[in-house]
């Protein structure tokens, strides 16, 4: 391998990177804020392709740096044609890739025209909006906070409102005793 005389295969690559005790993504990839000089948008042309061995199959890192949080929920996005969502700025992180059509993406005072095979990451609290092309378009998009919670956690966040905003409880009887009070 050394010496361009072979190649590592999947299998092997794995087996080093279990042996070292690292992810095998962290010799592709890295986690790091936004903020660190990482362009936001990543043309596809300009996509990390790998390859390993004499496999047919290859694959292409949508960004060079993946979020630090996980990813919590993953989604496609279809956008009828010009359709435009105003400015929305929430918790996390956002990393899509777009599938069809056209999207421009507004991030703060900055405006990126994206096609087909593009790919973008954002932090969702930066004020950021999209409007598809005359097709519309189709993003696939990872989140590192859902959109949607689950039905449980509603319900939990409605009974502590509740508990919140209804008048304390009446003591019955002579007041409250303290402990350690007569």
Known sequence: MERGQSTLSIVSLSAICRALD??????????????????????????LRIQIG????????????????????????????????GATAH????LGFVLQGSLRLWVGDEEYRLTAGDSYRIGSRERHEYQAGGLG????????????????QLRRRAVAAAKKSAPPAKAKGRGTRRHGSN
């Open 22 to 47: 690292i992810p095998m993504e962290r010799l592709f990839t890295s986690s790091a804020p936004l903020d660190e000089g990482v362009a936001r948008v990543t043309e596809g042309a300009a996509q």
């Open 54 to 85: 004499d496999s047919s199959v290859s694959y292409r890192y949508l960004t060079p740096q993946l979020p630090r949080a996980p990813i919590e929920e993953l989604l496609i996005a279809e956008f009828p044609p010009e359709e435009r969502q």
């Open 91 to 94: 918790d996390g992180e956002e």
């Open 137 to 152: 378009a189709r993003i696939l998009m990872a989140v590192t906070q859902r959109f949607v919670e689950p039905a449980s």
